[in-house]
């Protein structure tokens, strides 16, 4: 009996999938396709091990929370930086000098530059 309710599960899991991927499909990443229909609907297609998916983009829920600003704050010193990062434990203080900074710095850097207000 077991083996037949298992048997049936995955008949069904497999009449539910659809069996190709449509003739036309773009593959935007391994595995994942983007198809428009004859409609002009867009449709995402991902090849999964029981068979092929597909949801539209308006499927998908828009993020629930707004975006979080920045936590670091960066200070031009002349020839180095100085890094203030907010945890909720305290501060995260350092200086680098400007022939020295790391990537990750730099990506701070450049969050910094978009997020600080203008001056006049």
Known sequence: ???????AVL???CA???DKIP???KEVEPHVYSFTDEQGTKWNIR???FGVTRWRDS?????AMAPQPANVTVTDLGDSYRF???HPLGQNIWTKKKSELSEDEKSLLSIAARTEPEKK
């Open 1 to 7: 009996m077991k083996k037949m309710s298992v048997f």
């Open 11 to 13: 008949i069904g899991m």
């Open 16 to 18: 539910l999938a659809e």
């Open 23 to 25: 003739a036309g499909a």
């Open 47 to 49: 090849q999964t091990p």
């Open 59 to 63: 499927d998908i829920p828009a993020p």
């Open 84 to 86: 203030v990062r907010n």
